[in-house]
């Protein structure tokens, strides 16, 4: 099977390293990629919101099967005319994607679902932002209701701060403040089946204890041992099942990966967020756990054959560690050299924000990096990812030093 994965991220050097672990991948072409992506697949260079060149170059490759990473081209439509185009496609359609692409359409699919999420306004003005926050109260919870790179979102306790913010967004969704961990389960969806995914935690804050700034996240890691052991089939009864019926029946059905962002509250879970694709930086904590074959398994998806199709899943943990530029989530410092990458036996690196220069790489993004260590425990694993990421070299750089840190303590408790 030919492949094309289109993206550049840490998620898709993940995706890349499992789509090649599948044996019946014969070539592997990414666009545009990254250096490290490079050194397992052929690069084309790619503008991912030019839907015609995309779709030309998977003629040119002749491809079987194109996977789509990031959530923008999908919200652009790309998916719609590779398939129109007779291209098997993983990833939803402009309709379907909207899930991602509009908060408060998600919160209407998930109303006609019955899907439990936060109360929420939607707001215009300031006299509508000003009363839906005074309804909730603080901590207030400000939402862009576009794509924002998950940087839209404003959870604080100072009013002030919150209505800058809602003032700043063309629409917003201001809403219930969620209280109780965050999991992100994701599914796997032909458009009528899904199958779930184990969950991750990721780390969205930029600093240890969940200072700082909300990211793209910082840190992820699989399995948690703490979340109910039936979480994964709770979730696809009261959450995913429903949510791919409802998007069948509108006749928009929803082919690709359906990320669901999930509080566990006092109350039962609620859904924070959904997004149209593959999580960064959970991603690299789940590709290499699945032991099941990446692309048969989305080529399926794609072909509408999942039913029957079940996960196998490596019994080691995996966490994953981000190195960011100086300055990021803000304005990110770049052009720094990268320098010292470490091979280990028990980790891999997924590049994400780097570019080529000279014989080396330098900072092209504020994640330049991730590090995933693999052990028979989370202990092990953080112990590899911490090692290898210490040894990295990039001026000014930094990385949280509490990833899975908790549940690490927790499961050497039991
Ligand atoms: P989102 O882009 O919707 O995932 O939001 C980014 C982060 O903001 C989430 O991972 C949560 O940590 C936080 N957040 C979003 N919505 C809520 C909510 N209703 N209550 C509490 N925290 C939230
Ligand atoms: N890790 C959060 C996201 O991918 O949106």
């Known amino acids: 099977m030919k492949v094309l994965l289109i993206g550049s991220g840490g998620r898709e050097h993940a995706l890349a390293f499992g789509l090649l672990a599948d044996s019946a991948v014969t070539q592997l072409h990414c666009a545009p990629g990254n250096p490290g992506m490079g050194e397992i697949a052929t690069l084309h260079a790619l503008d991912v919101m030019d839907n015609e060149a995309t779709v030309n170059l998977a003629n040119a490759l ?8 990031p959530e923008a081209p999908l919200v652009n439509g790309v998916a719609d005319k590779l398939r129109a185009a007779g291209f098997t496609t993983f990833g939803p359609s402009k309709a379907a994607a909207q899930l991602e692409g509009s908060k408060n359409f998600a919160k209407e699919v998930m109303n006609d679902a019955g899907v439990p999420t936060a109360k929420s306004f939607l707001c215009q003005n300031q006299i509508e932002i000003e009363k839906a926050l005074d309804f909730f109260g603080a901590p207030f919870v400000v939402k862009d209701d576009g794509l924002a790179g998950g940087k839209g979102v404003v959870v604080t306790k100072d009013r002030d701060e919150a209505l800058a913010h809602a003032l700043a967004c063309k629409r917003v969704v201001i809403e219930e403040f969620l209280d109780g961990p965050e999991i992100s389960l994701f599914g796997i969806s032909d458009g009528k089946n899904i199958i779930g995914m184990q969950p991750a935690q990721d780390f969205k ?10 990211t793209g996240g910082m840190g992820a890691y699989s399995p948690l041992s703490w979340a109910p052991s039936e979480i994964v089939e709770q979730v ?5 099942a429903p949510m791919i019926a409802e998007m069948a029946a509108r006749g928009t059905p929803f082919v690709g990966l359906l990320y669901a962002g999930i509080a566990l509250t006092n109350h039962g879970l609620r859904i924070i967020e959904f997004n149209a694709r593959f999580g960064d930086p959970e991603t690299q904590v789940l590709i290499p756990r699945l032991r099941t074959p990446l692309a048969t398994l989305l080529y399926k998806a794609a072909t509408r054959d999942l039913a029957g199709v079940t996960l196998d899943w490596r019994d080691e943990s995996a966490v994953a560690v981000v190195l960011a530029a100086p300055g990021y989530p803000g304005q990110p410092l770049l052009g720094g050299e990268v320098t010292n990458l470490p091979k280990i036996h028990c980790a891999e690196i997924f590049q994400a924000g780097t570019t080529k220069s000279g014989s080396g790489i330098v900072a092209s993004g504020g994640r ?12 092990e694993a953080r112990n590899c990812a911490y090692r290898g990421i210490s040894q990295i070299k990039l001026e000014g750089s930094f990385y949280r030093t509490d990833i899975a840190l908790n549940a690490s303590v ?4 039991n």
């Open 236 to 240: 696809q009864r009261e959450v995913l």
């Open 205 to 214: 804050r930029a600093y240890d204890g969940d200072s700082g700034a909300n």
């Open 62 to 69: 002749e491809v079987d099967l194109v996977v789509i990473g």
């Open 410 to 413: 927790a499961e050497k408790g």
């Open 368 to 379: 330049v990096l991730s590090i995933t260590g693999i052990g028979s425990d989370l202990t």
